[in-house]
């Protein structure tokens, strides 16, 4: 089975200030689908960003952005301009091409300090 | 609101009862999955249906009863859990079908379970 490595349990950053959050994940497959997800207080796990394996541009979203080094099968999730809102806990999530299997790592707790 | 809604929020049950979680969707998916979070772990994938027939089942146990009777909506039965049963429930759902729609999950608040 896949496996996703969060090595971060927690992270804590500087209002305004840019952090980088790390996932490592492995696989044989090729082609597949990478994701991150916040998890606020209220529970709600949100889509932040997604990224497909084909494509070689790392994905951004506004202020999220992703590092995508597929033969180092790293994921890592940066976060620009870091707002309190952002503080959350971060899952990174994998999806192979077939089949229904989502495989989540064990979250970053981030802090984001005032 | 991300048009998945769970009830109840908190759940409190002795391990001799017999509860239902429930989980709907108001987002037209027809894939729908019930997942287990607990404390510095994973998520763990507990069982998925597509087009209402389940399709994964992950070695939970049989104390942990799926349902789906349409694609909108989707229960947990509980029945006799033991205390390590105890955590956060997470429903959500997706697209069955189209390459990238059917990679987006779209997560409910999921229901608090305590198991006494």
């Known amino acids: 089975a896949q496996t996703v490595t969060q090595s971060q349990p927690e992270m804590s950053v500087q209002e305004a200030e840019t952090v980088t959050l790390s996932c490592t994940y492995d696989?044989?497959?090729?082609?597949?689908?990478l994701f991150w997800y916040k998890q606020p207080p209220s529970r709600q796990m949100i889509l932040v960003i997604r990224?497909?394996?084909?494509?070689?541009q790392n994905a951004t979203e506004n202020r999220f952005s992703v590092n995508f080094q597929k033969a180092a099968k790293s994921f890592s999730l940066k976060i620009s301009d870091s707002q309190l809102g952002d503080a959350a806990m971060y899952f990174c999530a994998y999806r192979g091409n077939t089949g229904n299997q989502f495989y989540f790592g064990t979250g970053t707790s981030l802090t984001v300090i005032p | 609101e991300t048009g998945v809604t769970q009830t109840p929020r908190h759940l409190v049950m002795g391990m001799t009862n017999k509860k239902s979680l429930k989980c709907e969707q108001h987002?037209?998916?027809?894939?729908m999955y019930w997942y287990k979070q607990s404390a510095k772990k994973p998520l763990e994938l507990m069982f998925v249906y597509n087009f209402k027939e389940q399709t994964e089942n992950n070695s939970v146990p049989s104390r942990f009863s799926p349902e789906c009777p349409n694609s909108s909506h989707l229960f947990l039965h509980l029945h006799t859990l033991q205390p390590e049963d105890s955590a956060l429930y997470l429903c959500a759902s997706s697209q069955a079908s189209g390459s990238l729609a059917k990679n987006i999950q779209y997560f409910g608040a999921g229901t608090r379970l305590s198991v006494l």
């Open positions: 990224q497909e394996a084909y494509k070689q």
């Open positions: 987002l037209g998916h027809n894939a």
């Open positions: 696989t044989s497959e090729s082609d597949y689908y």
